[in-house]
């Protein structure tokens, strides 16, 4: 089986109106293999690095502002395909375009809150698993229910 990990935070918003054990439940129930997580309040200067690609961004300050108001719950998931499929999980960015079943379209209205993050590419998700996480902080392990998940 080829795998591949994802990094998935649930933002401030998420993590105070408590939805993280029911978005962990998605990617659980999906078959996804938990391998690091940790609930975090980040700095700005790691904010800023994850961000670095939106910095120009009229909206960036508020992005900002916005998660450092509270804990973030910081995962990394393992499977066939975790990057694509865990954004099809998320749903789209904007959640009134997201569909019903989906993390943002079942919990979320607005851009500027909506619940999660996931990588958008295998390169990123390779990168920002590297910046929320060191590397004994991410736990190698086999499931004993992947018999019953992969071929």
């Known amino acids: 089986m080829s795998s591949e990990q994802t990094f998935i935070a649930i933002k401030p918003d998420g993590v105070q109106r408590g939805l993280v054990s029911s978005i962990m439940s998605r990617f659980e129930n999906k078959g996804y293999k938990l391998v690091g997580i940790k ?4 700095s700005e200067g790691l904010l800023r690095e994850h961000y670095a690609d939106l910095t120009a ?3 960036f300050p508020g992005l900002l502002n916005y998660m450092l108001s509270g804990p973030i719950c910081a995962m990394v ?4 395909d975790a990057v694509k499929t865990g954004r099809v999980l998320l749903g ?3 959640p009134l375009a997201a569909l019903p079943g989906t993390i943002r379209g079942d919990y979320a ?5 909506n ?3 996931g990588s958008d590419s295998v390169e990123n998700a390779k990168k920002e698993i ?3 996480f060191k590397p004994t902080e991410i736990v190698s392990y086999t499931p004993a229910v992947f018999k019953w998940i992969y071929e």
């Open 39 to 42: 609930l975090t309040n980040a």
């Open 92 to 94: 789209a960015t904007n």
């Open 115 to 117: 619940v999660c993050h």
């Open 77 to 80: 998931w393992e499977g066939k």
């Open 57 to 59: 961004k009229p909206f």
């Open 109 to 113: 209205i607005d851009v500027g809150r």
């Open 130 to 132: 590297a910046l929320w």
